[in-house]
């Protein structure tokens, strides 16, 4: 059913890449907001003409007349684009308008002071499973934002997976590292179980439908039982049984400690670009 929040609000989705376009997709699928109240922008015409008749949406390849046609502006371009596309739109920008970036390494404090108005701006980190319905998003207000405007955030975002919310900006060098960049961390687990099924004979292709469907059923027990990890690990691992033998090879491995270390060398990697 149509968002109450959403129902009448005319959206602007500048970028209508891989997460932008999953986002107006998912949006009118979910009938959260009408198709005639999405409008989204891209860098050619001839993409512009793709996306519009992929998606049912107006897409334009003029960012002013979009924002100003909105009310939300989604900016789902990438950082190194970010100060030109702001300077474009600065000026039809209205105080009522809500600003969505979805830019790693480029603050709420950033898009404020090059827009040089007193606009609302809520910061979002999806990550690529929102592709697939099955994404995380962590929300982050900035100086502006109200209550409502991170509800409506929340709206949007809760179309194509879970959302959460901080207060402190600090932290979403560690959201990035972790949320944002954690599904390439999952790919090469699974890729690394499926090269160890076929290292004991089971076929490639089935070797990488049984990781990674042990990896999405494992994922979706912490979520939906609400139990510590490491109680669902012990609740498989049986005494003198197969699985004890397994995590004694990880253990040897040191996998604990290079996934902590991954985490921490992609935060600090987030840190330098947001310098």
């Not at 003409?49 to 007349?65: F, H, I």
């Amino acid at each position: 059913m149509l968002s109450w929040m959403l129902q009448e609000k005319k959206i602007a989705i500048l970028g209508m890449g891989k997460i932008g376009s999953a986002l107006a997709s998912s949006l009118v699928r979910n009938r959260i907001v009408l198709p005639e109240n999405l409008i989204g922008t891209t860098g050619h015409r001839e993409s512009a003409l793709e996306a519009s008749k992929r998606y049912g949406l107006k897409v334009l390849t003029d960012n002013v007349k979009a924002v100003a046609a909105s009310e939300i502006v989604i900016l789902a371009v990438k950082p190194q684009t970010m100060k030109k596309v702001l300077t474009e739109i600065k000026d039809v920008l209205r105080p009522e308008h809500l600003i969505i970036t979805l830019a790693a390494a480029r603050t709420t404090r950033f898009i404020e002071d090059h827009l040089q108005k007193s606009v609302a701006v809520v910061r979002a980190m999806p990550n690529t499973p929102c592709l697939v319905n099955a994404g995380m998003t962590v929300l982050c207000p900035g100086r502006y934002a109200k209550r409502e405007h991170l509800q409506i955030a929340k709206e949007i975002f809760a179309s194509v997976g879970l959302v959460a919310v901080i207060d402190n900006e600090e932290l979403m060098d560690a959201v990035t590292a972790l949320s944002g960049s954690g599904p390439a961390y999952a790919y090469i687990m699974i890729e690394a179980l499926a090269e160890g099924g076929v290292k004991v004979g089971l076929p490639r292709s089935l070797s990488t439908v049984l990781a990674a469907q042990s990896l999405l059923g494992a994922a979706k027990m912490v979520l939906e039982t609400n139990e510590h990890p490491a109680k669902l690990k012990d609740e498989v691992t049986t005494p003198a049984g197969v699985t004890i033998d397994g995590i004694m090879a990880l253990e040897d491995g040191g996998i604990r400690v290079t996934l902590i270390k991954t985490v921490d060398r992609a935060t600090e990697k987030s840190k330098e670009l947001s310098q």
